[in-house]
């Protein structure tokens, strides 16, 4: 099986906490069942850096760093920030920059520098030739006008939830579109049309986890093995097997990471 999980958090403190063995156990129960490599998303830097170091651990996993828009609440000093992300970009298994973007869905992080720190990523990620992993939650318009500003940057849109139109016209612009569990979810129309619209050959499978947890395991804890039901709701949708649909989803992941594996 060819399960690719383009974005997990294993090393959530929730998995720390429920999870005997914690995070490099957790791992391993995951590649034993039915997904076969996994990046591990940074959010800040410190979990940037336990991205890195788990995967240079797992042959199977991969790392992004970067800071989420959440996140910036944590620093002052961006160009500090800057250079540490830099550092670890260098990494050979370091894939992308990410998760950044913006997220107006809570009140309590500064609209001004959730775009300050995304602005300054998305300009190291030009300077670099690095792809990004972007993370836009009810900031469609202000996320489409700065990743404009840098038509030289491609990468992801995670967790789509934008329109159909909006996928469109990333995927005009040479972006991937990942679908999560919420792909699967009854009433969620939207991911649902998006994932009609894309292109097979740009579409990537997540899981988020542990958020996000896909129909039938919704009010759980999600875990990247579970990335199957995501997998099977693109394959009924674009109406090709679940085996061509596992397959082509870790082709396009491999492609936008640019792995290698033998
Ligand atoms: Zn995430």
């Known amino acids: ?131 990004v992993v972007i993370h836009d939650r009810e900031a469609h318009g202000d996320c489409m006008d700065i990743i404009k500003k840098y038509p030289e940057v491609t990468g992801i849109f995670h967790s789509f939830s934008g329109s159909s139109e909006m996928a469109d016209e990333l995927v005009k612009m040479g972006w991937y579109i990942s679908f999560s569990g919420t792909v699967t979810y009854k009433n969620a129309q939207k991911p649902k049309e998006a994932c009609a619209t894309v292109p097979l050959d740009r579409i990537l499978i997540e899981t988020d986890s542990p958020y996000l947890p896909p129909v039938p395991h919704r009010g759980e804890m999600n875990h990247p093995h579970l990335v199957s039901f995501t997998c099977e709701q693109v394959a009924s949708i674009k109406k090709i097997s679940f085996e061509e649909a596992a397959r082509i989803t870790a082709e396009n992941a491999m492609r936008v990471f640019n792995i290698k594996i033998q």
């Not at 490099?24 to 995951?30: C, D, H, N, T």
């Not at 336990?50 to 609440?73: K, N, Q």
């Not at 500090?80 to 894939?95: A, H, N, P």
Request: aromatic letters at 10%; charged letters at 30%.
């Open 1 to 131: 099986m060819k399960l690719f999980d383009s974005h997990a958090h294993c090393d959530d403190q929730r998995i720390e906490n429920e999870f005997e063995g914690g995070c490099r156990a957790y791992i391993k129960y995951q590649l034993e069942n039915g997904v076969r490599n996994i990046v591990n998303i940074g959010t800040n830097l410190e979990n940037s850096r336990i991205s890195v170091a788990l995967s240079e651990e797992f042959d199977e996993i991969y790392a992004t760093v970067g800071i989420h828009p959440s996140d910036t609440r944590f620093y002052d000093d961006v160009d500090y920030v800057i250079s540490e992300i830099e550092k670890m970009l260098s990494l050979s298994k370091v894939v992308a920059l990410g998760e950044i973007g913006l997220d107006y869905h809570y009140e309590d992080t500064d609209k001004e520098k959730q775009k300050l720190f995304f602005e300054k990523q998305m300009q190291l990620a030009k300077r670099l030739d690095v792809p």
